[in-house]
Nanobody
Framework: DVQLQASGGGSVQAGGSLRLSCAASGFTFDDYAIGWFRQAPGKGSEGVSCITTSDGRTHYAPSAQGRFIISTDTAKTTVYLEMNSLKPEDAATYYC???????????????????WGQGTQVTVSS
């Protein structure tokens, strides 16, 4: 049974840091694109970051560039999103997703992904 488990959310003050984890069960991330998306109340989904495990390439939304770091463990069963210098506008529910055969133009499109985690809440106070 393929599952993704997102964790690591919490409540921090502006300027603080959090590290989110996305753990796979039932498969490994080999040859998958793993993306982190977020959705704040009343807003649409935003693709925050993505890593393609086949080549280790990383991609970031402009809002995340320079502050967030996406990485994977050597076993390719867990993907991390280290979030630094958090801002109140980063507050949202964060979801991880895995997709096979995703091309560069699709990495920020939710429907391109096959599997989704349950979401983890991030709150940032000013």
């Amino acid at each position: 049974d393929v599952q993704l488990q997102a964790s690591g959310g919490g409540s921090v003050q502006a300027g603080g840091s959090l590290r989110l984890s996305c753990a796979a069960s039932g498969f490994t991330f080999d040859d998958y694109a793993i993306g982190w998306f977020r959705q704040a109340p009343g807003k649409g989904s935003e693709g925050v970051s993505c890593i393609t495990t086949s080549d280790g390439r990383t991609h970031y939304a402009p809002s995340a560039q320079g502050r967030f770091i996406i990485s994977t463990d050597t076993a390719k069963t867990t993907v991390y999103l280290e979030m630094n210098s958090l801002k109140p506008e980063d507050a949202a529910t964060y979801y991880c997703a895995a997709g096979g055969g995703i091309i560069l133009s699709q990495i920020r499109i939710p429907r391109a992904y096959d599997y989704w985690g349950q979401g983890t809440q991030v709150t940032v106070s000013s």
